[in-house]
């Protein structure tokens, strides 16, 4: 297995159980600075329900999310943006009737340090406070390839768009680790290779370790450092993508004779 740098996020053997149903069982592992880490597994391993968990949406029965030697845990859902956590969703989750820049706008709300009366008065801290959030706004656009778009509501803009536009909100709030449940899902071929290569530079650009689930198997292989493969909530491997293909559980469970 090749050398992975010290890692800032670690699962540890969590455990989520639901009424008498274990979701997971025991899962640990560990991403990396700057690593794009891939979960995969069949439907009904324990993927969504992991990112839940990150994303604070549940609590595990047991077990621990530590980010930075500090756990998570203890922070809500509403919190963890300003923990260093960022997600886009399987589904689309947009405000469809404001603008693409109002959308990414939103993703820096937890970056700011605005209040109401200020923000009324339009008192000069407010005023640079909007200055900034503009500059960022359109900084990240340009990344992304949508500045073009900044000023269409997110409503009229074609799915592939749609969900760039998720991912720049994402990234307005600067986080340490970026969860992506199932970007690939919808696109095409072709916007599937764009979006990997596109995954790649927000990595370098933004410093941001991503924690991606996908069942497009040739986006993961092609663009992860590293990949835990789950199934029936317990982990089943863990290693390089090379490792992760040649594993016989793994075949057995996931890979074998699959072309997605």
Do not use: W
Not at 39 to 46: E, K, T, Y
């Amino acid at each position: 297995m090749t050398h992975r740098s010290e890692t800032i996020l670690d699962v540890r053997d969590v455990h989520v159980e639901f009424s008498g149903i274990v979701a997971l069982d025991g899962v640990s592992f560990g991403i990396a600075q700057d690593e794009i880490l891939g979960l995969i597994g069949p439907n009904g391993a324990g993927k969504t329900t992991l990112f839940n968990c990150l994303s604070r949406l549940y609590h595990p029965t047991q077990g621990d999310i530590v980010l930075d030697g500090k756990s998570i845990l203890n922070r809500p859902a509403h919190q963890i943006a300003k923990v260093g956590i960022g997600r886009t969703f399987q589904n689309v989750a947009l405000f469809a009737d404001l603008t693409v820049r109002d959308n990414i706008s939103v993703g820096m709300h937890a970056l700011t340090r605005g209040n109401v009366i200020s923000d009324a008065l339009r008192l000069p801290t407010s005023r640079r406070t909007e200055a900034q959030i503009r500059a960022a706004t359109t900084e990240i656009a340009e990344l992304l390839e949508i500045a073009d778009v900044l000023d269409v509501t997110a409503a009229n803009l074609p799915f592939g768009t749609q969900k760039r536009v998720e991912l720049a909100r994402a990234l307005a709030a600067k986080p340490r680790i970026l969860l992506m449940d199932e970007p690939a899902g919808g696109l095409n071929q072709e916007e599937v290779f764009v979006l990997g290569d596109l995954m790649k530079r927000v990595r370098t650009e933004f410093r941001t370790s991503i924690l991606l689930v996908e069942h497009h198997m040739g986006l993961v292989m092609s663009i992860a450092d590293h990949v835990v493969a789950l199934n029936f909530g317990r982990k089943l491997a863990e290693g390089t993508p090379a490792e992760i293909q040649a594993h016989p559980r793994v075949i057995e469970a996931y890979l074998g004779g699959g072309d997605t």
